[in-house]
């Protein structure tokens, strides 16, 4: 599925014959972000343990929904698989991703289908924005005669896994003005794990999914102290196979109090015909400091 030892190896799972439906898998350092790997790939992980669980490739999945019950840390995972049902043209699965010994982690729950009878329509569009060709990067410097300086080099994720190129949104580096939350960020991902069809995994849009605080950032502006956004839940939408690729996240953010906020993606290939994906979470605020 990818070249040797790559970040995606860690969507390897492995039956434990110790008990039934258990599987193993090793998260990889490079996807550790501020304290944890991302819920993305801990998610993933929990999906491609159903899929074996499940081993009916004409049921793909769906729609899942992920609860962050426990924090799974870099290393070796357990997984456990529970078929709560296994229909002809539709099944039902939960798993939950722990460490060895811990006590709670992230927990999924998915629907897999196969292709069924039904109407063919789009009712959203894109954002109006420019191709990523020519677009700065995350990974680029900051513009000459720019007073800023990022808080730490790049993260290996966003410098090994996935270039990002904003799109629709302010700067770092901008000053804030009040409007809307909209956030349109072009991403690919390097060294990318492919279907036999040669369309994306569907580890991708799982992981890429899961990058939605920066339209509250667009939003509020800086807050003091600074916050980062971990998830409490996060749901996606699987709408069809996603080609290889630029890949368009446009980002919103519904609404914010009592610690918490609403965000939602709707994913886009990179000819923006209709959507690959769409994902919401509420998140909440862990302030730094």
Partial sequence: ???????????????????PGRYTATIGDVWTLAVVPLGGIVTAIGVEAMVAELADPAQTLRT??????????????????????RGRSMSQLTATVRNPGADAGLTVVAVFGRTRRGVDFVDVEPPEVPPPDGLRSFRDPVP?????????????????????????????WEPFVAGRSDVANWVRVEDPPL?????????????????????????????????????ADYTLHAL????????????????????????????????RARPVAYATQVMFFAFQG
């Fill in 144 to 172: 000459d005669g720019i007073d800023f300086e990022f808080d730490g080099p790049l993260l290996p994720l966003w410098e090994r896994v996935i270039e990002t190129r904003p799109a629709l949104g302010r700067a770092p």
């Fill in 64 to 85: 899942q929904t992920s609860v962050f019950a426990g924090q799974v840390a870099a290393g070796p995972v357990e997984v456990d698989v529970t078929v709560l049902r």
């Fill in 240 to 271: 069809g196979p996603v080609p290889p690729g630029w890949l368009l996240c446009h980002v919103r953010a519904r609404s914010g109090g009592d610690g918490y906020a609403s965000v939602e993606m709707t994913l886009w290939p990179e000819d």
């Fill in 195 to 231: 279907d036999g069809d040669g369309s994306l995994h569907r580890a991708v849009p799982l992981v890429v999914c899961d990058m939605m605080p920066g339209a509250v950032h667009q939003k509020v502006g800086p807050v003091d102290p600074p916050w980062f956004g971990p998830s």
């Fill in 1 to 19: 599925m990818t070249s040797d030892n790559s970040p995606w190896d860690s969507l390897t799972v492995t039956a434990d014959g110790a008990a």
